[in-house]
C-alpha cells in the first residue's frame, strides 16, 4: 500500500502509539516547518507514520517495507482493527476508480463529504449515503468515474442525482448550512456538527439508529471526507468505532470510497440546483460561477455593494462572512464564535446520544441560558419569541433531522398553499435552508407538494420523501421537529414532542 490512510486518534490512543512506538525504539521527529506535527517516524524504506496535533493519523506505508508493515500492524491493533483492515478499506478498486469494500463482514458503506464552503455565492452542503454492498456494482457503474470536484452542467448533476436516488438500496441524506450559520460560526467547527448529525441519519437509515444494541456498528464501513475534523467528530468517530463501525477520515475520501464519491454527487447536485434558481431569480445580472475568483461573480458583487453602503443589506445567499464581501463595503475581517460543546446545546442524554448517532428527538430537550425547552415559538421570518434568546435555536439545523408539517398545517397548505409564502421566502422564509420532511404524495396535482417541489428545485429547501404519512410518526422516524400554528395568527410553534 502506498497510498496514505487517515484515522482519528483519541488521546489516550494517541498517548498510547507514543509509548509504543518509543518503546520500540523508533525516533519520534518533530517538524519545524509544521507546528501542527506532534510527531512523525520515518523507516529506512520510507513509509511515514505522522501524528498531528489535532489527533489526526496518516500512515502512508510503502510495499515491500517489513518495518512500515510492523508499523502498519502496531497502529491496526492500537485502533482494534483486524490486520489489513485499513488497507482494505483504502485501497482503491480500479476500473470504476474507487473502493467498494471488500471486508467479508459488511453489512453497510457509508459515506459523507461537503461542497460549497469555499464559494461566495450560496449555501455549504454536507451529503451522505448509506448502501448494501449489493446496490455498489450498479452505483459504481453511474458514479464511480465521476471527477466531482470539476466543473459539470446544472442539468448533468441534476441528473446524476436522480438516477442515483433511484437505485435500489440507496439511502441519501442532504444537509444544507445556511449562509447565516456559516457567517457567524467556525466552518470547522459547523461541519463537525453537520457531519456527526449525518451521521445519526446515515445509521437511523440502515435501522442502526436510536435502541441499537452495543456492538450492532460491526459490518458498517463509513468513509469520511477530512477537512480538518475538530474535537467533536474525532470523539464521535472513537465512539462510533468502540460500537464496531470502521471508519475511515481522509482527505478527499471520494477520491477512493465509493460511498463517499456518491455522497460528493449529491452535494454537488444540491448546491448546482440552488444555484440554479439564483441565477432564475437574478434581475441585476450575471451572478458568474459564485466562485469570488470569477470575474463575472466579482461585477455583481460590486455593483450590490453600492446598495449595501447605501443601507441595504446583503442577500441570504452571500457569504458575507468573506473577504471579498466585507472588503467591498469596508468592513474588516469578521471574527466567528466558536461552536459551544454539546452540553451547552442539548440535555445531557441527547448530547450523549448525538455523539453515538442514536439520537432519539422525542424527549429531547434544548438548552437556552441554565435552562431547557423542548418548543421554540417563532415569527414567519424565523425570529425567536419564546424563549427570548437561544444558542441551541441559532444552530437547530445542525441539531435535528428537519422539520416536518404538522397535520393540521398541511391541511390549511391544501387548501391554500399561500400559507406557506412567507415561511419559503428565500431570505427571511423560517424554512429557508432547511430540510423539509413530506409524506408519500396523494396525487400529482396535490397543491402542497407542488409548491414544495417548486421551493425545491430553487433550492430554497431540501424536500425529504417519507412514507410515514402521519405527521407525528414522520418527525419521530426521522429526528425531524413539528412545525405546527401558533396561538397568534404571525406565529409557529416547532416541537420536539416529549416522552
Not at 477520491?255 to 434558481?277: C, I, K, N, Q, Y
Amino acid at each position: 500500500m502506498d497510498r496514505p490512510v487517515t484515522r482519528s486518534l483519541t488521546p489516550s490512543q494517541a498517548a498510547a502509539l507514543r509509548a509504543s512506538l518509543a518503546a520500540r525504539g523508533h525516533a519520534l521527529a518533530k517538524n519545524p516547518k509544521n507546528p501542527y506535527i506532534a510527531f512523525e517516524v520515518r523507516t529506512d524504506g520510507r513509509s511515514i507514520v505522522t501524528l498531528y496535533t489535532s489527533g489526526k493519523l496518516v500512515c502512508t506505508l510503502r510495499s515491500g517495507d517489513a518495518e512500515g508493515a510492523g508499523l502498519g500492524a502496531l497502529v491496526a491493533e492500537l485502533c482494534g482493527e483486524a490486520p489489513g483492515e485499513a488497507g482494505a478499506a483504502a485501497a482503491p478498486a480500479r476500473g470504476n476508480g474507487v473502493a467498494q469494500g471488500t471486508r467479508p463482514d459488511l453489512a453497510w458503506l457509508m459515506g459523507a463529504d461537503e461542497t460549497g464552503t469555499g464559494e461566495l455565492l450560496g449555501r455549504a452542503v454536507v451529503a451522505g449515503v448509506a448502501l448494501q454492498p449489493a446496490a455498489a456494482p450498479a452505483l459504481a457503474e453511474l458514479a464511480g468515474h465521476v471527477e466531482t470536484k470539476a466543473g459539470r452542467a446544472a442539468s448533468g448533476w441534476e441528473t446524476l442525482d436522480e438516477r442515483l436516488r433511484g437505485l435500489p438500496g440507496i439511502r441519501p441524506s442532504v444537509l444544507p448550512i445556511p449562509n447565516r450559520l456559516f457567517d457567524a460560526w467556525s466552518k470547522n467547527g459547523l461541519l463537525d456538527l453537520a457531519y456527526v448529525r449525518l451521521a445519526n441519519d446515515l445509521f437511523a437509515a440502515a435501522g442502526l439508529g436510536a435502541g441499537r444494541p452495543a456492538g450492532a456498528l460491526r459490518g458498517v464501513e463509513l468513509a469520511i471526507d477530512d477537512y480538518g475534523a475538530g474535537e467533536l467528530l474525532v470523539r464521535a468517530i472513537a465512539t462510533w468505532r468502540g460500537d464496531g463501525a470502521h471508519v475511515v477520515l481522509q482527505h478527499r475520501a471520494d477520491d477512493e470510497h465509493l460511498a463517499a464519491r456518491a455522497a460528493s454527487v449529491l452535494a454537488r447536485a444540491a448546491r448546482s440546483r440552488e444555484f440554479e434558481g439564483l441565477k432564475a431569480e437574478a434581475t441585476d445580472g450575471s451572478l458568474g460561477t459564485g466562485n469570488a475568483g470569477n470575474a463575472a461573480t466579482l461585477r455583481w458583487m460590486r455593483r450590490r455593494a453600492e446598495q449595501v453602503r447605501a443601507g441595504t443589506a446583503w442577500p441570504s445567499f452571500v457569504k458575507t462572512s468573506f473577504r471579498t464581501a466585507r472588503e467591498l463595503v469596508g468592513l474588516p475581517e469578521v471574527e466567528k464564535r466558536r461552536v459551544p460543546p454539546l452540553q451547552h446545546l442539548l440535555d445531557a442524554e441527547s448530547a450523549d446520544a448525538f455523539v453515538r448517532g442514536r439520537l432519539e428527538l422525542r424527549g429531547a430537550a434544548f438548552r437556552w441560558g441554565d435552562d431547557t425547552t423542548c418548543r421554540f415559538v417563532v415569527r414567519p421570518d424565523g425570529t425567536l419569541v419564546e424563549p427570548r434568546a437561544s444558542v441551541a435555536y441559532e444552530l437547530l439545523p445542525m441539531l435535528v433531522g428537519g422539520v416536518v408539517l404538522a397535520d393540521e398545517l398541511e391541511s390549511a397548505a391544501r387548501r391554500d398553499p399561500g400559507v406557506l409564502d412567507a415561511l419559503l421566502d428565500r431570505d427571511r422564509g423560517l424554512l429557508s435552508g432547511w430540510r423539509l420532511l413530506v409524506g408519500p404524495a396523494r396525487d400529482e396535482a396535490d397543491p402542497l407538494l407542488v409548491t414544495l417541489a417548486r421551493a425545491h428545485r430553487a433550492g430554497i429547501v431540501e424536500v425529504v420523501p417519507r412514507e410515514e404519512r402521519d405527521a407525528s410518526r414522520r418527525a419521530r422516524e426521522s429526528g425531524a421537529l413539528v412545525l405546527q400554528a401558533g396561538r397568534r395568527a404571525d406565529e409557529f410553534v416547532l416541537d420536539a414532542g416529549s416522552d
